[in-house]
């Protein structure tokens, strides 16, 4: 089976284009030139050469014992489907996880080039042959760093027949730099046991957490990456590809992350202020907690391999078990923060130092007292505590470390860090569509950035205005009404939005005043029936992290996070919906023949029949909110496709232009009845 790359369904062996959301199956798109017609198999673009393939992390565990071995290369996804469960799970007694200086020690050490000459076909199992070694902790007793050289030893053979799986053939060594290996995926939209298994994708939460290894047929720590990213909701935890037993070792393919930016550089960056790594430092102390529950608390005590994403998240390159010999200890994180100051030689403020120097000491027994006093340091930075008697500096030199460590409270953790405006971007795009001449939408952005420097850092704050009318009355009235809404807002807000969010009276009194122009304008023309002209109306506002939305009409608002996925934040104001509310079924009434005729608008009568939907809400979260005409979001085209178009436009990696771009090309393809509209928001926010 083949797994499509926008909606991650699955298609049979010989389908060309996915049948679910029709992307190509055969064919990428260069992302640095944009060339098209790019087989998925290609490791480079022919006309920039910019690298295209599809990289692996290889994560190597050893298993104790193995009373039944899964076979040691991926079994075909068809069969390991059909396969009952019963002739497919291994029996693991218990798994011993190799500690990250094994782990490196265990890894081939060769380069891409020729002089590499690396054949692991050649051998049985070239995992079974890596040399072993205890780790050293070398920062501290259970804060360690990943090895910079390991040789195991490998027979020397032509690389390019250098795969982690030699009987398949599908994952091909890329290159072997200690503490790094990586695969090249020669078949990325194959199907592997972990992509296409439905098991998992089909369970709710709750089921989730008692999903067992053998219910599953994947090894037991596979299923621990699934279950901590599932608890997570982000991108801490790295998805994993695929996984399966070789020998006494379990492989696992994860996401490629060694290109991310390092914590332990970061840290020490200049450009970096005191309170980013607050930010830091708490969502550490939210993940210490989740990685408690399956044991993986070490995953974050290794320095090298704590990153960070474009979102400025703090993520994992892997997974690091705890061992039943090391007892680790919330002051065991302190020493890690006290590590990376020490690196930095940053300064710190007087209460962040005598916060450091208690949880070292131990005097700091839970995460949610920890979360308490990083809550306290955080509100000291604020732009209007900088003049107070908190700010004094001191050196990182003065905190002395304990030798002993008290035990860490299982009370959970609670946050405590308000949320801040980190960066605002924005799109807009309008477009006929297939059938029309004219184009009766309008829409209108307006952001204002204000970014201010102060010696800790810096602080953001921003206002946006973001209109869309769909304008009807036929060609000459549907436009002047849409753009004639749109200008009266922009005027009302330019004089009356000063430097806190508009409240819900003075949105409505901006919405009557746009409303009483369009009618007043009928009144002098004598307009009468259809011949009157109006709008509909979604407006969204935004100050620093708090927003507020407003809509009359069928034009819609979504929003799009993380953890929630899709959510229309609007009802549609037509016949329908008003009899749902009345306490109608759905497909009553939609059966009706005016269903989806408009029960308001702006313009054609006043205001006594014009009642604003408004609400307000806060930013909480990196969100993506997109405001679009019907002919964007007719016939579910958004609920169908938003994991593909829309999910991807929350990394600031992917550019909001080309996104919109892509929705109205989407639209004509599967609407184009009407015009089409879209006004995209990204904004970011971080504790």
């Not at 199956?25 to 030139?33: D, R, V």
């Not at 009266?488 to 330019?494: A, G, I, M, V, W």
Request: proline share 6%.
């Amino acid at each position: 089976m083949l797994v499509c790359p926008s909606c991650h369904s699955t298609n049979p062996e010989q389908n060309k284009f996915c049948q679910r959301c029709g992307t190509s199956l055969t064919e990428k798109t260069c992302p640095s030139c944009h060339r098209e017609h790019l087989p998925y198999e290609a490791e480079s673009c022919p006309n920039c050469g910019q690298f295209i393939g599809q990289l692996w992390w290889v994560s190597i565990e050893a298993v104790a014992t193995v009373k039944e071995a899964i076979s040691t290369v991926p079994a075909p996804i068809e069969t390991a489907i059909a396969a009952s469960p019963e002739s497919l799970t291994p029996d693991i007694s218990s798994v011993d996880p190799i500690t990250p200086q094994q782990e490196s020690e265990e890894l081939p050490s060769p380069d891409r080039d020729a002089s590499a000459d690396v054949n692991l076909a050649e051998n049985e199992s070239f995992l079974d042959n890596a040399e072993k070694s205890e780790p050293s902790g070398e920062l501290s007793d259970n804060i360690t760093a990943l090895p910079e050289d390991a040789s195991p030893n490998v027979s020397q053979e032509d690389p390019s027949n250098a795969y982690l799986d030699p009987k398949q053939q599908r994952y091909k060594l890329f290159d072997a730099d200690p503490p790094h290996l990586r695969v090249l995926d020669l078949k990325p939209l194959q199907a592997t046991i972990l992509s296409a298994w439905p098991k998992w994708n089909e369970s709710t939460k709750a089921e989730k957490r008692n999903l067992t290894q053998a219910q599953l047929n994947i090894p037991e720590i596979a299923l621990d990456y699934l279950k901590i990213q599932d608890e997570c909701q982000s991108s801490a935890i790295p998805t994993i590809h695929d996984a399966w037993q070789d020998g006494q070792q379990i492989v696992l393919l994860l996401e490629d992350r060694s290109q991310w930016s390092s914590l332990q550089q970061l840290w020490s960056s200049p450009e970096v202020d005191t309170t980013k790594i607050l930010n830091w430092m708490n969502q550490m102390v939210r993940l210490w907690t989740a990685l408690e529950i399956e044991g993986y608390r070490q995953s974050l005590l290794n320095i090298d391999n704590l990153k960070v994403d474009e979102d400025e998240t703090i993520a994992l390159q892997q997974l690091y078990a705890e061992t039943e010999a090391t007892e680790l200890k919330l002051q065991d994180l302190g020493q890690l923060w006290h590590t990376l100051f020490g690196e930095s030689a940053k300064t710190q403020f007087l209460s962040l130092s005598q916060m450091l120097k208690s949880l070292c000491q131990g005097e700091i027994e839970d995460v949610a007292q920890l979360q308490a006093n990083l809550g306290s340091i955080y509100d000291e930075l604020q732009p209007n505590s900088i003049a107070g008697e908190n700010q004094n500096l001191i050196n990182d030199d003065l905190i002395n470390l304990p030798e002993n460590e008290p035990e860490e409270s299982d009370e959970s953790p609670t946050i405590v860090l308000p949320k801040r405006l980190t960066a605002i971007e924005d799109a807009g795009v309008t477009h006929p569509g297939k059938q029309r001449p004219y184009n009766e939408d309008f829409f209108a952005i307006e952001t204002k950035i204000n970014k201010v420097e102060y010696p800790h850092g810096e602080n953001i704050t921003a206002k946006g205005l973001y209109i869309l009318c769909d304008g009807m009355g036929g060609h000459a009235g549907g436009e002047v009404a849409s753009q004639m809404a749109v200008e009266t807002l922009k005027d009302f807000f330019e004089n009356k939005w000063q430097d806190t969010l508009p409240d819900q009276k003075t949105i409505n009194e901006a919405i009557f005043l746009a409303n009483q122009e369009l009618y007043n304008l009928n009144q002098r023309n004598a307009s009468s029936g259809t011949g009157r002209m109006g709008t509909t109306l979604v407006m969204l506002l935004v100050q620093d992290t708090k927003a507020a939305i407003a809509h009359v009409g069928d034009s819609r608002l979504y929003s799009i996070t993380k953890q929630g996925g899709l959510q229309r934040l609007t009802v549609d104001h037509e016949v329908g919906q008003r009899e749902i509310q009345r306490g109608v079924e759905e497909a009553i009434a939609y059966s009706r023949p005016d269903a989806y005729q408009l029960t308001q608008a702006l313009g054609p009568r006043d205001h006594n029949f014009v009642k604003p939907d408004i609400k307000e809400f806060e930013i909480n979260q990196d969100t993506l909110l997109i405001l679009g005409s019907d002919g964007l979001t007719d016939n579910d085209l958004l609920e169908t496709y938003w994991s593909s178009h829309l999910l991807p436009l929350l990394s600031s990696a992917n550019n909001l232009d080309q996104g919109a771009n892509k929705l109205i090309e989407l639209a004509n393809e599967y609407n184009g009845h009407d015009n089409i509209t879209a006004v995209l928001v990204r904004v970011r926010a971080a504790s």
